[in-house]
């Protein structure tokens, strides 16, 4: 007769089964396009979410929610207060020696001394509520055994083979020689200070330096000290200290902790689209709540690390020295690679709990809530200051829901419209949620212990606000603008200016500068492509020491200082950032002797005969990225600030340029031209405020805007008459080929011929279309429509041609009838999991 439980995960497949089959069903219906599996995909958890929690009710024969009944018997069960422990957690010489002497008596095995401790502070899960508790809420959630595993067991990660006894005793004695990093020999004092602290709360373990050769399996890492500054209320720069434990600095033998780790093996991780999730969805909730507020409450969770045990072999690993005390981390240390994910494990599913709490709507928080909620203070007044902006649709399905939560390690940040109580709900769910999970206050606690979120905290960013930092960056939902906050603006713009005044750096400063302004690209993607000079100037500082700046560096660190006050004065409008919908549809070609494009809305076409002097010197594939910023250059002038924040998505069939178009790093040496180029898309989208998206297209494809390059021969009137007739499926109806390009536009080529290139360009030869080919440049009006119509005849026979050229164009047209998509509709939509956080998980449903 089988266990219940084996019962109970037998009938729950049986129901995910059910699920998987229906999601395949709806994505099967999505017409064959990507952008619609991904739509399926997210409409199917939204099934599976509500199939599974109502299988859950039936199942358990409930009268409320299942995910209400769980949580709230949780937050009703007593919790055992853990027992005493034998260990001395004091940072002092006295305390060292005792706890080494436990040790000793246990044959200086520290897993073993542990393992006679047991139901303590030192036991792993003793931050968490009983794990049997637990198990009724998270049992079905698709990483249940994971969480188990490190609540229950301690962090575990995989390691390769240990070193053997002689090479582990070697780099131990050679790292105790060696000892901490200069930064924390200059910093005594602050290590002392947070040491005790966390020997205090029992964190630390601490033993004598003398035991290090004794305890089995021990090895040291270094501790350091990182220097950071922040601003105080009045602007002016205040030091901050941070102590940081080394885990990548390799012993003698090359080996350390974190080189050591197999990354292979880690719990993915879904927390590094946590901000574009965050912004996707709360442009969302703007779009379909044009007039009202909304509001953001953040959660960061106290000591997050430190409420997850370590493994003893791994804790071992991780043993620190300061004076004649030594170490043992027995909760998870920040400096390992594996501490985000395992962390995460747990922290995501908090996120995901929260958003299903969300959506019971039947929540009665009279009813059920927690000790937190009566901390919580109302939301913030409203911004009456600015109007509430509007935004452009999303080009992703994401559910219309009126809240939301996700969150990045250990903040956690819930959004919710001003409607009926549901800022009032996002506020409470996610401290509902960590009381049910982590064990509540106890005032017998062996040690004394911070509660899972402060008052201090709470007090802050626990009040809903249209204005919010979440992950260095400060969100305003009203305007719906992205910013740099002003704190971090000013201390890297003296930074720059601190570069500027000795006009030299060195390779700390520069790599620390460009680590910022790179994060800058994050709102300003554009501001990118300004970063390819100071990332050479890096290379030389790296290679020969302190460099001097040159005039290209200096000028590019001028232009950054107003990209830092844009981005923290201005803000970039979420149109920007978001998947929102194009704008504006763009194709264009390239050959040796021309450009050529059209806008697929407008139907605009250009094409630009290249001058001899540039048909010499510039390679295709630079002469592709031109034409390419030339399209979006001359739709900018053509709508002339009429559309705001225009999205482009342009289309070529050179791969390199589509590569270019969102991220270019070329030497300005080497590549002059591909950098000039650069720099000007980068300029014209910057005074735009427009963003752009590329991809790439088959040439066999790009038959019109093929023509448009190379057939100069044909006049404009009758090209645009035989693309139209012969290619309508690619030629929109108000197709039309402008004359000349803008004057700026021209100038700016024109401009171009002083640029000297290093590429070897062997003489081009002026190869026709297939089209142009059977066209000739002189023929009349009526040739061209009788040669046309023919062909429009010819491709409805079978038979066949004997003319080579007439049978080349013929297989062109036909080719592109048998394309069954718009090249407006082939663009690649991105991972659900860049704009939709998966929710349901609670539940057992689907991972998508």
Known sequence: MPRPESTENANLSKAQNTLVSKTQIMVDTAHGTKANDEKFLVMAMEEAAKTMSKSLQQKENLHESWLLHQLATLCTTQEATPKQHLFQFDNSRSSAKFNTKLIKHSDY??????????????????????????????????????????????????????????????DLKAMLARGNHKSAIKNIETLQKAFTKEVKKGWLLPVTIESLTKIKHLSIIPLGIADQLTIDEFGNKKPKKRVTHDASFPAPSGRSVNNTVIEGLLQDCIYGQCLRRILNCIHNLRFHNMNKRIYMTKYDMDAAYRRLHALTKHALKCTTVLGKIAYIPLRLPFGVSPGPSLYSTISECVFDLTNDLLNEKSWDRSKLNSPYAQKLIQAESPN?????????????????????????????????????????????????????????LDKEDPAPRNDNISDEKLKGEGQPSERRIMLGWLIDTTIMRVFLPITKAQIWSEDINQILKSNSVNTKMLESTIGRLNHVGYILPTGRYFLNRLRHLLSRCERYGKQQIQKFERDDLLLWLKFLDKASMEGISTDNITFTEVTSHIITDACEFGLGGFNMDTGKAWRYKLPSWMTATFHINLLEFIASVVAIWL???????????????????????????????????????????????????????????????????????????????????????????????QTPKTFKINQTLPTAITSWLDSLKGISTTSEVLTPRHTKSNVGTLFAGKS?????????????????????????????????????????????????????????????????????
């Open 109 to 170: 095995d520290l897993d073993k001394c542990l393992n006679k401790q047991k139901h303590t502070i030192l036991s792993p899960g003793s931050e968490f509520r009983n794990i049997k508790h637990i198990k009724k809420l998270l049992q079905h959630h698709e990483d249940w055994k994971e969480i188990r595993d490190i609540i229950s067991k301690g962090c575990d990660y995989q390691l390769g083979p240990d070193a053997d006894e002689e090479t582990r005793r070697s």
């Open 384 to 440: 009456t200051t600015s109007e509430i902006k509007t935004v452009r649709k999303l080009d992703v399905y994401i559910p219309n829901r009126l809240s939301f939560a996700d969150g990045y390690i250990d903040d956690c940040l819930a959004v919710a419209v001003d409607v009926e109580d549901e800022i009032e709900r996002s506020q409470q769910a996610p401290p509902l949620i960590i009381h049910s999970l982590f064990r509540p």
């Open 635 to 729: 739709d900018i002038i053509d709508d002339n600030g009429k559309t705001e924040h225009k999205k482009y998505f342009a289309l070529t069939d050179n791969s390199s340029t589509v590569g270019w178009l969102y991220k270019s790093n070329f030497h300005p040496k080497t590549h002059p031209g591909h950098d000039v180029v650069a720099r000007k898309l980068a300029s014209i989208l910057m005074e735009s405020e427009s963003s752009l998206d590329s991809q790439h297209v088959k040439g066999k494809h790009n038959v019109v805007a093929d023509a448009l390059s190379r057939d100069h021969h044909i006049e404009s009137t009758h090209l645009e008459f035989i693309l139209k007739t012969i290619f309508p499926t």
């Open 780 to 848: 009349s009006w009526k040739e061209v429509v009788s040669m046309t119509n023919s062909l429009i005849n010819l491709k409805t026979k079978q038979k066949t041609i004997s003319c080579q050229l007439t049978s080349r164009v013929l297989e062109e047209i036909k080719m592109v009838e048998a394309l069954n998509h718009d090249l407006k509709e082939i663009r690649s939509p991105p991972p659900s999991t860049t704009y939709v956080r998966p929710f349901g998980r609670t539940f057992g449903g689907i991972r998508l």
